[in-house]
């Protein structure tokens, strides 16, 4: 008897040893040495999605695996798509992981007051994401960080863009102040992205805004340096001065040479932009000239303005500038 309660004993302690390393084998640690991108690939069954785990080391056994998830899982189905797999992920996180539906999200990042040719550039240079898209019209995305997918196409996260855009405006104009200077959301559109472009102060953008609408309800040429240097580089950065012959060009941007607003926006203005075209600051303001800080200084009259002009130039022969 005493020999009989041994054996038994032993087979109980046999018993609880492995079902110890079952355990273990579930939820200890994997043999994932680093962090890795893993493809489950849409319509994978357990056993396919095991097996491209196991080719990217995430996975010691995928015979194993698929038998302890049928043992210890939830019964709920893997999910297709990019995974994010941690290093070190035990067997039971790494099915949670891909029932969740958790995949890796990659970004394009627009940044407020982007022209149409840099949203394409960053469209065209976002790994993964598939076919070609041609530059988008400008004014018609909205700055902002956009998520994708390994396999998204480039044409649908642009689409993503304009629908923003589209979407904004629409609530935006609906909640605009009376007596505002432009008259329809595309005037908004291309007012903003001057302002977006002359002002890298979120303070300001009232403000400068002000100064436009006050020009435009006048008959005064805008005179915005940006709309010149648009139909020459379509948003890409100058490089250089504006030449004299650029300031009398006529070619329907060039705001020195013209009264009232550009044949179309200069860029891509952003949300804090459009609102204040839709709600300016309450200024008589006319000029604004730069005040030495990354600001500007604002002015009612030419005199003013023209001596807020004299101190910045004497600042910048201070500064061995000019």
Not at 188 to 211: D, G, M, N, Q, Y
Not at 266 to 278: E, M
Request: net charge positive; charged share 20%; with cysteine.
């Amino acid at each position: 008897m005493k020999r009989l309660g041994c054996i038994g004993l032993f087979a109980g302690l046999a018993l609880i040893a492995a079902m110890f390393l079952v355990v273990q084998n579930w939820t200890g640690g994997g043999p994932l040495a680093r962090e890795t991108s893993v493809i489950v690939p849409e319509g994978a069954s357990l056993t396919r999605a095991a097996q491209e785990m196991e080719k990217a080391g995430a996975l010691a056994s995928a015979d194993r695996f698929r038998l302890f998830a049928r043992i210890f899982g939830s019964g709920a189905p893997v999910r297709a798509g990019e995974y994010a797999v941690p290093a070190g992920i035990s067997p039971a996180d790494l099915l949670a992981l891909m029932q969740s539906g958790r995949v890796l999200q990659r970004l394009v990042t627009v940044p407020e007051g982007t022209p149409s040719v840099l949203v394409h550039d960053a469209l065209m240079a976002a790994e993964h994401l598939e076919g070609t898209v041609a530059v988008p019209a400008e004014g018609s995305v909205l700055p902002d960080s956009y998520s994708y997918q390994r396999g998204d196409t480039r044409a649908a996260v642009l689409a993503r863009m304009q629908a923003a855009m589209d979407e904004y405006l629409e609530k935006a104009w609906a909640t605009r102040k009376p007596g505002i200077a432009v008259s329809t959301p595309r005037e908004a559109v291309i007012l903003a992205s001057i302002v977006e472009k002359e002002t890298a102060k979120p303070e300001e953008r009232r403000a400068v805004a002000a100064v436009y609408s006050n020009r435009l309800k006048r008959g005064m040429p805008l005179q915005a340096d940006p709309t010149v240097i648009y139909p020459v580089t379509k948003g890409r950065p100058l490089g250089r001065r504006i030449l004299r012959s650029e300031l009398r060009a006529r070619n329907g941007y060039n705001t020195y040479a013209m009264a009232g607003l550009p044949a179309g926006p200069i860029a891509n203005p952003g949300r804090a932009s459009i609102d204040a075209v839709l709600d300016p600051a309450q200024s008589s303001a006319l000029y604004f000239v730069a005040d030495g800080t990354g600001g500007h200084v604002f002015a009612d009259t030419l005199e003013q303005h023209n001596a807020n002009v004299a101190k910045w130039y004497a600042l910048r022969r201070a500064r061995g500038e000019m």
